[in-house]
């Protein structure tokens, strides 16, 4: 049994792990934080969260944290997860973060596209937790540095076929789509149900800062600089996530060599899924669970593999994989509170 | 650990079940049966159902239910249900019947709503299964007739008030609203996304079947022929019922004595909520959860009370309803298998 | 050819004037004021608004509005109304009034329900702009009230059943229900996408400010003091409101009389429709018009009946209602502008 | 003023041209057909239809249509229209046909794609009814083969780029995202509301038959053999449609010669709209419309543009652009019976 803490529980994705870490096994949630909610319940801002009458949002302080908490997960915006982590770590607590603030290796590419990197020297020590890739890093990490929502979507698949470099490496596409809780909880004009609702668009065309993040590892993957053409689009549903994305195969790869390869990486892996030919995911198979889905379609005339990825942002995208690394950090079985599912509806 | 089986499992109510068998700590599904998609595996039907890719659709059959099952859950069209239930009896498993078929006391209340029934001796024995209200019947059952969702959402609150004799036993007028999983998986205009989409409607004015369910059931506890107005509408969400009921109130009976009685009634109640003077339940409360959620208003002038009751119209108005019993007739912690919740979003 | 201005055009019912004025064959529209966007053109704010271009947003001043315009559509919040209606009107200038300031005759009722009146003298000669109720006072109005929404689908149902004296005074109750755009465009947490997509609710139990309105109306045209109960509701659906309504019949009316009143009333009513028996009205049978939409059924055993009366709230609940009373002022055809229809979808 | 036949006008693409014609200034809408609703109204099939209670399905009879109808279109599902089309066309009556038989100049790409063609004749006199593109050839048209929703979206802003020898003809991707009301009326599982709602999937990856009609006409335009690759998807919205589409430019060419190109093309079309640098179209922006709106980007290192190209799937995708076609046929001016928009909402 660990003592967990919870900064920025107040938004979608802190109340998402919220519900998670109090599911689990072998987690006691002690401390939520929110600046906006402080000294109200969690049940009084979220009253789908009966039960969390006495568990009252205090505001973050690292002093009191230290004495109770194993691990924090900063469900903070960028930029704010910097000004704890480096205290929270020398208090000898774990953290999860799921801010940018901690994804990057390169401090300037984190720069050029956030802001300057107030703990610069963490970024060695930090690991990217995509947990199917990074697992290893993980299981001693201190610091992890939760992937963004798209990312995870779209690295899940590329990267085995770049590792076993069945792709080339310029040209790939992802056309991602997500539903509006991806935005928070903040008010915003493109949030207002009436503009969302019965309307898509795409959005922060070539300027979305998950570009540098999948750029980043891909590029380490494959060994050389590789830059993605990546367009976001708004979805009028609440959660979820499906990335198209379009690659093309290196000469002599086929349909059967790309399926094996998938199947082979992820035969064991417990949330990852390779659909059959014919077969493509939808969001609605994967909302409120912490899986991502994939299926795809070779065409055989321009050697394309179109790949069909679907996860739930708020799970997989976010919370569910924060707790999915905070299981290989405690050495806890990796799906431990994972196995929840909404159903077909 | 109890075997049971769940007929008409292809539907949404009976995916629902699978999925709280399959969650619940005391039992394991044996078998699931559904006419349209026999020997097909619940996963090819239901994709969302990562799993139970070995879990084959049966055609219900007696005998072989006989020899593995303990219980079996009847998710089947009133009707069917009348044509299985006596010999499942006979076999010596418990039924949980989901359909219309053994909610009614009166046979010819139901045949007037419904059809002849076939076997109205069992009417006799078998209990309403609201559980707050016949939790002791409900131990001793072999057949449980498991209410239809709108007569939950308004015999929860309504019952005790009436019991208690604060209310007027006429001009009660409950105007319910319920989302599209409501009409089932199957296909009709009313379901069809862009007819359902950005719309509202009452629909079955004055005729509506669950009425004279509800109407059995408050006549019994009022010990007088009972009869409100009952008026459905069809809401463009999936899952999700609420109920505003208007109800007079006896002569000398104030907004304090509603209040202790409701809150004394279901102090201990897990799954029914008395919410606080001024606090109103959403849909989004309640969905994915177990529970009943219940606030009201009291109006100074007219002396009439206005509760409001949410339900999801597929757990606590169907499928954990059902489980909740089953806990009830096997001695299990009621709340078994019931605790999972969706959260906010 | 008159010229128009609209105040408040930036907002959902300020826009939806810009769409039917500039739609209207005896209009010219001159001026739109927006406080929040003085500067951009209408179609910045609006790219569905294409043609627009020129149309660019002022501050509202009245001096300058008095050389260019016949009328002025006052699409601001209560208590800004005020501010500027006594100026206009000084100036000649006809006022529809969207907001609240001018739906009253009784001062008190309107301060007890918002604040203090800064111009009560005008109440006497405001006309309350539902137009097939008080047709002959508009014609002749410079200052009109336009009702508001909930109001509107449940005054034209019951206004021909007052007079003739069909029903009982007391225990009227409206159970109604909105889309979201009636909250407007400004932003909150309950119009935020991700709270108001598949959830329902009731809001403003017992406090709605349409309720002195609802009953002042009631209250004249029965000369007697009512007091109806009424809970709004909120959809997740962008446009459409529906009420339903119970009321109890007077001793010895019966089907056919509603019936035979209610079509005599609005047989000639180009906006209003009374279905056939067993008929009732969707959100989608009326969205995009400017039409009230009626059924009924009459309960033999209560003598109640049940009507379900159906609006778009941002048009004959707002705008277009407004451009109808600009039609009786200015002596236009009644249906000018105002035949658009959006079809099914 | 002509006269106008509507077959098949009780789907969602023929009650979109009801609404329409009923509504332009020079048409007279003397029949439709309907083989489900025969002997019925409208108004009884479509209650937001009012008006339209005396205008009665028939069963669509040459000869009777002969003697009163100008121009029939017809809303048919292919194959069906190809039993009709020869003798309308015989009779004199000129046909804009929305079904797929007439779109295609090469019958053995139809037939490929559809089935065996039983009038190959007439597709080398049918124009395809791309209205910006073969407006001289419609004009002397008597057989329009009205465009497929997606490829209308696809076309309009490649051809002027590929007609400039700007891109590259292989590699181009179309992600293409559709709402529901492009699956038309009939009932599906796929079109049910709980399985749509708060879902969304990748549809006929690879097959969907709507490819082979983009690539003949892109090869017309480029004199070469053009494949692309094409993915639609299912959005939970009923009406509206946006491609997102990835381009390759050659050498040389840079974004201002692409958006000088679009501009210049389109720079007097009423429908079509070139966005602004850094401005993209949303569905809500052109709902209700019979208008194109296209932003894109172009990335400077990949040169690539990624072009968002959105309409609405039942007007300029279907009902609109088959009205314009008929005002180019007839002399009319193109915008007539168009210029109807819904606003923000």
Request: charge should be positive.
């Given at each position: 049994m660990i003592n967990v803490g919870i900064a920025g529980a107040s938004g979608y994705t802190g109340v998402e792990l919220v519900k998670l870490i109090s599911n689990h096994p072998k987690t006691k949630l002690c401390a939520v934080t929110s600046n906006s909610y402080k000294g109200k319940s969690l049940t009084d801002i979220f009253p789908s969260m009966r039960g969390f009458e006495n568990l009252i949002f205090e505001s973050l302080d690292i002093q009191s944290s230290a004495r109770k908490i194993d691990i924090m997960f900063l469900a903070l915006p960028h930029k704010i997860s910097m000004q704890y982590v480096p205290a929270l770590l020398e208090q000898g607590i774990k953290v999860v973060d799921l801010s940018a603030d901690y994804r990057f290796t390169d401090a300037a590419a984190y720069e050029s596209a956030y802001q300057e990197h107030t703990s610069k020297h963490l970024l060695k020590e930090s690991v990217y937790g995509l947990c199917e890739i990074y697992r290893d890093s993980i299981k001693s990490a201190n610091l992890v540095g939760n992937p963004g929502c798209y990312p995870t979507s779209i690295l899940i698949p590329l990267l085995p076929l770049l590792k076993e470099d069945l792709i080339q490496t310029d040209g790939i596409i992802s056309d991602s789509k997500s539903g509006v809780s991806g935005?928070?909880?903040?008010?915003?004009?493109?949030?207002?149900?009436?503009?969302?609702?019965?309307?898509?668009?795409?959005?922060?065309?070539?300027?979305?800062?998950?570009?540098?993040?999948?750029?980043?590892?891909?590029?380490?993957?494959?060994?050389?600089?590789?830059?993605?053409?990546?367009?976001?689009?708004?979805?009028?549903?609440?959660?979820?996530?499906?990335?198209?994305?379009?690659?093309?195969?290196?000469?002599?790869?086929?349909?059967?060599?790309?399926?094996?390869?998938?199947?082979?990486?992820?035969?064991?892996?417990?949330?990852?899924?390779?659909?059959?030919?014919?077969?493509?995911?939808?969001?609605?198979?994967?909302?409120?669970?912490?899986?991502?889905?994939?299926?795809?379609?070779?065409?055989?005339?321009?050697?394309?593999?179109?790949?069909?990825s679907t996860i739930d942002n708020l799970v997989k995208g976010a919370a569910g994989q924060a707790v999915q690394n905070m299981n290989i950090m405690f050495g806890f079985d990796e799906t431990a509170g994972l196995n929840a599912f909404q159903g077909p509806l």
């Open positions: 935005a928070g909880r903040s008010l915003s004009l493109a949030a207002h149900f009436c503009e969302a609702n019965e309307s898509f668009t795409a959005y922060k065309v070539g300027s979305h800062r998950h570009t540098p993040e999948i750029n980043e590892i891909l590029s380490i993957h494959s060994q050389q600089k590789m830059a993605i053409t990546f367009v976001p689009h708004l979805l009028p549903l609440t959660r979820g996530m499906l990335s198209t994305i379009y690659v093309q195969t290196k000469k002599g790869v086929f349909e059967d060599k790309i399926r094996k390869t998938l199947n082979a990486y992820y035969a064991e892996e417990p949330f990852v899924s390779i659909l059959d030919k014919n077969m493509y995911p939808a969001i609605s198979h994967v909302k409120g669970t912490n899986r991502c889905d994939i299926g795809f379609y070779f065409d055989e005339n321009t050697k394309k593999i179109i790949i069909i």
